[in-house]
Each structure stands twice: as structure tokens, then as C-alpha cells.
């Protein structure tokens, strides 16, 4: 059964570092979309991206973040200066754009921000 | 911002005996909930939902009950198996958009 994929599953870096998260959806799905949950939180949704182009956004998803679908399979996730509060994991999710709603979510990745 | 609210966050049930997990929501525009199940270093996995037109749905051994009026929704796992053991996550979509809202999860803890 095909499944949403991501990588690292483990990310350590230091504050004020970029960091790129990658994700491969499932390979008919249209829509896709980034979650994260820090320790002891809700699962919070960050974006969601449809047709090449983010089509909604939370507050978290602040000027620091961006998504990017490259070349067709990939979808990452960039955080240009990592804060401490960045910490969590980060779930990639995806959906198959039919009528049913339901979303996907891959195995995530903890991103450890020191 | 609490949306979606899991008033539970453990529950313990025998094995074989019915699991009841609960789900209030504030938020009269979703139209659509799910429920998820996550183990420890894992995603979320999808378990079952239900349009807001409905008020049932059934796969197996896991039933979804929705009551709008009361912005009330429960998950009924029966028989419940140790391997049902894992945190469960009610989410809620808005109508007209994308983005779950998920509640805070219940940890079902399901003894041999």
C-alpha cells in the first residue's frame, strides 16, 4: 500500500540554521500539506498546497517558513533561521483531492533545534 | 484556541469490551471529522470519518456516532484488542477548507 514518506526522521541543528524537511507524497495524491506537533502540544497545521501554489496558511507558517514542490515528487518544508521553539515533529500529509477529506500523514520528522 | 477538545486523556479498557472515546467541538462550520490513531515515533494513521450529513458510520470494529446538536462525537472501538493500545486524535475540517483541527488525543490503553 503506497505511503507518504519522509526525511531525515531525526534532524539536529542549531539555531539560526536553515533546514529543508522532505517529504514524498503518494504518488496520485494532489494535495499537500505540512502539520507539527511539539512536545506535549496539539497537532497544529502549518500549510497546504495545491497546484504549485500554497492555498492556506496558519499563523505559525510566519516568513521564516516556505514550501517548495521541486520536481514533481518531492515537497519540502524550509525554515530559513531555526529557533529554538521550532522544535518538534513535523508531519508531511496528503490527500487524494476526491470527495473524501481524509489526509495521510507520513512517519514525521523530529527536528531538534539546539 | 480549543476547537476540537478531547476532555480524556487516558482510558483503560479490559480487552474484548467496548473502547468509548470522546470529541467536543466549538466550531459550527466543520463539516467533516476524523479520527486518527498514532503510536509512539509514528504518524498519525487514518481510522474513520463522517460527513456532517450523517450521524453513523461503521468499518469493522470501529463505529463514528455524530451529534451536531450537541457538537459531539464519539468513537466506539468493539471488541477492543491490546493491539488497539495508542493515542487516538479526533480532527475536524472546516467547510471549505483544508486543514484538520485536532483535539489533543486519549490515550487508550487496552489490558489482556
Known amino acids: 500500500e503506497p505511503e507518504v514518506t519522509q526525511t531525515p526522521s531525526h534532524q539536529v541543528t542549531q539555531m539560526g540554521q536553515e533546514v529543508i524537511l522532505r517529504c514524498v507524497p503518494i504518488s496520485n495524491h494532489l494535495y499537500f500539506y505540512w502539520y507539527r506537533q511539539i512536545l506535549g502540544q496539539k497537532v497544529e497545521f502549518l500549510v497546504s498546497?495545491?497546484?504549485?501554489?500554497?492555498?492556506?496558511k496558519s499563523e505559525i507558517f510566519d516568513d521564516q517558513f516556505s514550501v517548495e514542490r521541486p520536481d514533481g515528487s518531492n515537497f519540502t518544508l524550509k525554515i530559513r533561521s531555526t529557533k529554538l521553539e521550532d522544535s518538534a515533529m513535523y508531519f508531511c500529509a496528503d490527500s487524494s483531492g476526491d470527495s473524501s477529506y481524509e489526509q495521510y500523514f507520513g512517519p514525521g520528522t523530529r527536528l531538534t533545534v539546539t | 484556541d480549543q476547537q476540537v477538545k478531547q476532555n480524556s486523556p487516558s482510558l483503560s479498557v479490559q480487552e474484548g469490551r467496548i473502547s468509548i472515546l470522546n470529541c467536543d467541538y466549538t466550531n459550527s462550520m466543520f463539516d467533516y471529522f476524523l479520527w486518527y490513531k498514532k503510536y509512539p515515533a509514528e504518524g498519525p494513521t487514518f481510522l474513520i470519518s463522517i460527513s456532517s450529513i450523517k450521524d453513523k458510520n461503521e468499518d469493522g470494529r470501529f463505529t463514528v456516532f455524530l451529534n451536531k446538536s450537541a457538537k459531539h462525537l464519539s468513537l466506539h472501538i468493539v471488541p477492543s484488542q491490546p493491539g488497539d493500545s495508542a493515542v487516538y486524535f479526533c480532527a475536524a475540517r472546516e467547510n471549505a477548507g483544508n486543514m484538520l483541527t485536532f483535539g489533543g488525543g486519549t490515550r487508550l490503553m487496552v489490558k489482556p
Open positions: 498546497f495545491y497546484n504549485n501554489e500554497i492555498s492556506e
